[in-house]
């Protein structure tokens, strides 16, 4: 997340900077605009470490002392946010200016000046981001209880494929949020009254103000852009669901015209990916196992490690399998470093590999949900933290991350207050650029497929492959703000939040939970960035922006011919381009950013469709006469 961690590190840093001191007297909004990087720097790390312990020590200490370090924070934020009325419309330099214009939105969790009001809204935060990382689905009673936590949960969606058990896997953890709803509710009061007291109506018109636009041009933008991949994703769907269809039959493979919320194969509809045996177009053709080459490394270092050791006891054993799984958790990351040192950008520190939570931990409860983190200013400690397993999800999530640790090293000598995306969807696009270029070319040179097949069959598998994690995402990406910002604006009120976000998901991903989903339940709330409160539209933009960049860096590295063929892995020209873009930060409006890249200055998504656009004709051809589309649309 921008990084939540990063975006949580801002905020907390720049919260914590309050100095409790009063201002010189004759302070010049130059001065002002010094003061607030210097006194981000100076709390940056007590907020990083207090939010690396609460999500890696889950108990109620970690809780208390994150709290606490949110809460001071937020309450400096808020004094320097005040502090900065003074300046206003007083001379000042074009990066000063853009320093205070930034102060306001550093924090996506925006505080009430009431110090009573202010510690509640900080407990609550810390309260709802510990219960969902804590969430486990248990069944029976006493002895006889039995518990499953969200990776258990998510390998029974991936890889059954009974009706039932996927169901019932599905239902279970939507269990998990059913008690967040009344800390949500309150929640939404109290980041409302925050962001109005900065001057704004809400707390989704804050979010959307972080643009270098309009808040309603930004959201009418979002429109068009949708509007732009939403024939693609018609096809998709209308394809995917006719193959369900034929699997589970007309009665239990969809319902009215849409995809049944529990065999996607994920847990929010939101990556298809895990329905491949089922959607892939050419079994024959080449193919693209990577779980399967990954799952096989992994066994191999199993039976090396138990191999060494004679008569083992079942410690012995569990230990021996604990170093496989983390020789394998940091290959996979190796792996994944090789692709941006390739480019010419420097190593991962060291300390990166210690410091960083690879594995799930035995002995607590942690947020197993990947993030990255920039724990102190000058970048010289940053660490991810996932729950790796040995699949082809994992393995792209990691390149993923690695794009916010690239993105935090290039930026770092900027001021603190630039050291940030262009726009947040920047950051969340940087490693999935570089997924785009994991071809199966790349994927065949690093050993994770065989021989790489040249057809007009391999093509279409290999564009379904891709699509099935970036086609498949875009309505998701764009619908959960959707939501919050309707809960926000208060168009959504608490006795509608279940009710509103099915007809969300119905409308944009033509998806439908199989049984009845009452006010009883707050699936929202099972999604890690609503209780994280970690905005999403970052990640629709993302995956407009990712093809764009793409397409830029394959200009740069010389590629001709069919944009969807082009790897430019190990290319230094497009290492360089891609490094300075980085480097700027959000140091100047993201539209130069982007025009120094690419050569324009808006989002597009032409791009996704000319990438896509083999696989579109033939969706087209397979959909041919069959009923697509769904009512709620
Ligand atoms: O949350 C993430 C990353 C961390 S920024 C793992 N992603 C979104 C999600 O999982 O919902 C990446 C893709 C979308
Ligand atoms: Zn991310």
């Keep these: 997340m921008r990084l939540r961690p990063r975006l949580l590190a801002a905020s907390l840093a720049a919260l914590c900077a309050l100095p409790a001191t009063a201002a010189p007297p004759r302070e010049t909004a130059d001065q002002f605009a010094a003061r607030v990087n210097a006194t981000f720097a100076e709390h940056f790390e007590e907020g990083t470490s207090a939010a690396w312990l609460s999500q890696t020590y889950i108990n109620d200490d970690t809780a208390r002392i994150a709290s606490l370090v949110s809460e001071r924070g937020l309450g400096r934020l808020n004094a320097l946010v005040e502090e900065a009325r003074r300046f206003e419309g007083q001379p000042m330099s074009a990066a000063s200016a853009r320093t205070l214009a930034l102060l306001k939105l550093s924090t996506a969790m925006p505080a009430p000046r ?60 939507h269990t998990i949020s059913v008690p967040m709803r009344r800390d949500y509710v309150r929640f ?23 643009y270098d636009m309009p808040a309603d041009t930004f959201a009418a933008e979002t429109d068009r852009l949708w509007d732009q991949v939403r024939p693609l994703y018609e096809q998709l769907q209308c394809y995917t669901r006719e ?61 090396k490690a138990l191999a060494a050791l004679k008569d083992p006891t079942p410690a012995q054993q569990a230990e021996a399998e604990r170093q496989a799984a983390m020789e394998t958790a940091i290959a996979m990351t190796r792996l994944a470093e090789s692709f941006y040192t390739g480019l010419g950008m420097p190593a991962l520190p ?63 000598d900027q001021p603190l207050s630039f050291q940030t995306g262009a726009h947040d969807g920047f950051h969340e696009a940087i490693g999935d650029t570089i997924v785009l270029s994991m071809t199966p070319k790349y994927l065949q040179s690093v050993g994770l497929v065989g021989e790489a097949e040249v057809s007009r069959e391999a093509t279409i598998n290999a564009q379904m492959r891709m699509a099935l994690a970036k086609v498949a995402f875009m309505p998701f ?80 590295a ?76």
């Design 114 to 173: 009431d110090p009573a009001r202010l510690r509640e809204l900080a407990t609550i935060a810390t309260r709802l981001d510990q219960a969902y990382g804590a969430g486990q689905w248990c069944r029976g009673e006493g002895p006889a209880k039995v518990c499953q936590n969200i990776g258990q949960i998510s390998q029974t969606l991936a890889s059954n494929r009974d009706y039932e058990a996927q169901l019932e896997a599905w239902e279970g953890w």
């Design 188 to 210: 939404v009061e109290l980041t409302n009254e925050g962001a109005r007291a900065m001057g704004y109506a809400d707390t989704g018109a804050m979010w959307r103000s972080g």
């Design 243 to 303: 193959k369900l269809v034929e699997r589970y039959g007309r009665e239990r493979g969809q319902v009215d015209g849409m995809i049944p919320a529990h065999l996607t194969g994920n847990l929010w509809q939101q990556d298809w990916s895990n329905l491949w045996e089922l959607l892939q177009p050419y079994p024959k053709a080449a193919k693209l196992d990577v779980t399967a080459t990954l799952e096989r490394q992994h066994r191999e270092r199993v039976e």
């Design 350 to 412: 060291e300390s990166f590999y210690e410091k960083s939570q690879f594995l799930r931990p035995r002995d607590r409860e942690v947020v197993c949900h990947a993030s990255a983190w920039q724990m102190n200013p000058d970048a010289s400690d940053v660490r991810m933290k996932m729950c790796i397993e040995p699949n082809e999800t994992d393995l792209t999530t990691i390149y993923h991350e690695l794009g916010h640790i690239y993105y935090y090293l290039a930026y770092k």
């Design 477 to 556: 990406g764009l619908l959960i703000d959707r939501w919050r910002w309707g809960v926000f604006d208060g168009s959504i009120p608490p006795e509608r939040y279940n009710s509103a976000w099915w007809e969300l998901k119905a409308k944009y991903q033509g998806v439908a939970p199989a049984t009845p989903r009452g006010e009883d339940f707050f699936d929202p709330g099972a999604k890690y960035h609503v209780p994280g409160n970690t905005p999403y539209t970052r990640y629709f933009l993302s995956h407009v922006l990712q093809f764009q960049f793409y397409k830029a860096l394959c200009d740069a």
């Design 558 to 633: 010389g590629h001709t011919g069919p944009l969807h063929e082009c790897s430019f892995a190990g290319n230094p020209e497009a290492g360089r381009r891609y490094w300075a873009m980085m480097q700027a930060g959000a140091s100047q409006p993201w539209q130069k950013t982007l025009k120094e890249l690419t050569g324009g200055e808006r989002m597009d998504a032409s791009a996704v469709l000319e990438y896509f656009a083999p696989l579109k004709a033939w969706l087209e051809e397979q959909n041919r006469g069959k009923a697509c589309g769904w009512p709620a649309r």
